[in-house]
């Protein structure tokens, strides 16, 4: 079984770590491969199994893979794969559900409460000097802030979501959620499921923890985002594309939210011109929340899994 990787660089592990996948298989590895169909397509040529990141594979690239058998993504969302072109050619398209919950949730709250809190702000202010030059014992150069008793709203109520809203729960917050399905809701409250609207109307904190599809790119447009309190926080910590991005650029200029706390964009690494780029209001991290050592190390011992489980002849976490 031929096996390559596309962008083994995004996940930054040493030769060896591949080591348990190449018992599987002739492993080819590639640091990093540009969005072009030609050289996808040159690269994959000959493969059984092609592990992508970020590198899409579209209806056109598959279409030139006859031999192609299996495409497993090395993450848990899997817009980069065009699942319907491959399901007609007989391929499967698995992913890694679950490896990052931790992570993302841990990342997410990193986002809130520095917004919340101001950590990197007065980390600044007290290496510039400000504190020693202060006759007060304690100064802040901006409201802090408490999310005991705000309204926390979460888009999409899958494992990330859900212990999301635990998370903040136990913080005191009361909690909001979207589901399409609405199954599985907590044993803890205050909580209640919500429409989309209701939930950016009222949230303090509206967090995205849903997959991007066709039907929600750019869902948060400039009609919702209208729709929040001038004082609230809009995260995303799912995928840059659920946002209008030059919506959302106009709001945080005009100051409603109050900010942004964003992990991903939707290009990705950013472009120099991205409308969000440089604003005051909007803190931007560069994809990381996904990426512990831990939570990598899991995705790699799951992807071998999900080989496994395909060479002999029952595929797990097949998503089309």
Known sequence: MKIVVLDAATLDFPDS???????????????????????????????DVVLTNKVPLNAAALGELPG???????????????????????????????????A????????????????????AAVRAGEWVRSPKFAFWKTPLRELAG?????????SIGARVGEVLH??????????????????????????????????DVVT???PQTPENARFVNAALLARMKPTALLVNTARGGL????????ALRAGRPAAAALDVVTDEPMRADCPLLGLPN????????????????????????????FAAGTPQNVVN
Do not use: M
């Not at 705000?150 to 899958?158: A, E, L, Q, R, S």
């Not at 909007?282 to 489980?309: G, M, V």
């Open 243 to 250: 946002i209008d991005e030059g919506a959302l650029a106009a």
């Open 282 to 309: 909007c803190i931007i991290t560069p994809h990381i929340a996904w990426a512990s050592e831990k939570a990598r190390s899991r995705l790699l011992e799951s992807t071998a899994a999900n080989l496994r489980a």
């Open 17 to 47: 770590a591949w080591d348990g996948l190449r018992k599987l298989g002739d492993v080819v590895l590639h640091a990093l491969t540009p969005s072009d169909n030609a050289v996808i397509v040159e690269r994959c040529a000959g493969a």
């Open 170 to 203: 136990a913080l005191g917050a009361n909690v909001l959620a979207h589901s399409r399905s609405r199954r599985g809701a907590p044993a803890w409250g205050p909580f209640a499921w919500a429409e989309v609207e209701e939930i950016f109307e009222r949230a």
């Open 150 to 158: 705000d309204t926390v709203g979460i888009i999409g109520f899958g």
């Open 68 to 102: 192609l058998r299996l495409v497993s993504v090395l993450a848990t969302g899997h817009n980069i794969v065009d699942g319907k072109a491959a399901r007609a050619r007989g391929v499967p398209v698995c992913n890694v559900p679950g490896y990052s919950t931790t």
């Open 208 to 210: 995205l923890h849903c």
């Open 104 to 123: 993302v949730v841990q990342h997410t709250l990193a986002l809130i409460l520095e917004w919340q809190n101001q950590v990197a702000l007065h980390d």
